[in-house]
Each structure stands twice: as C-alpha cells, then as structure tokens.
C-alpha cells in the first residue's frame, strides 16, 4: 500500500509540475490526467518482476525509462516542448486504443 501511494504521489506531482510548466508558457489547457487503465498500465510496467507491488528501485528504473524516452533530443534535460510533445502522442495512443 506504501508502494502504491508513493507511486501516486509521484504522478500527481507530476501533473502539478506539468500544469505549472503549461500555465506559464500560455497554453490553452493542462495535459489530461492519467485515466484508470493508463494508471494500471504503468503500474504493470514498473512491477517488473510482477509481485503486484513497485519498489523503489522498480519505480525509479521505471522512471529513468519514462525520462529517455520524453527526452527527444537526448540532452538530459526536459523542456515544456518536450513534455507536451510526450504527453499530446500518449494521448492520441490512449484515445486509439494504444498501450
């Protein structure tokens, strides 16, 4: 239950820090929040070895991942671009069934 709290956390600061990056640079509406099954989805990614809990290594491996793959031109650092670019593709993906 810790686990999946801390993990909870980790996502809602997220979304904060993506709507404050989204208010600042005049966009018209923050990224959707993370829907149930996508919630679910990135659970079941993190749970690498499948015990039905994320521990902290898993997490933060799982999110070492999510970094390199928002980080289009590969320079270590995430600008809003970058971000929205990220979270506009998974939300098409989402809408057309993708994983």
């Known amino acids: 239950m810790k686990r999946v709290t801390i993990m909870s956390l980790a996502m809602l600061a997220g979304l904060t820090a ?47 991942e999510v970094f390199k793959e928002v980080d289009a031109n590969k320079d270590g650092i995430l600008s809003v671009d970058e971000w929205r670019s990220h979270h506009e593709k998974k939300g098409r993906e989402l809408e057309e069934g993708k994983p």
């Open 18 to 64: 993506a709507t404050g990056a989204y208010a600042e640079e005049g966009c018209k509406r923050p990224p959707h929040p993370p829907r149930p099954a996508h919630a679910r989805d990135m659970f079941r990614d993190a749970d690498v070895n499948r015990d039905r809990k994320v521990s902290q290594k898993e997490f933060e491996d799982f999110n070492r």
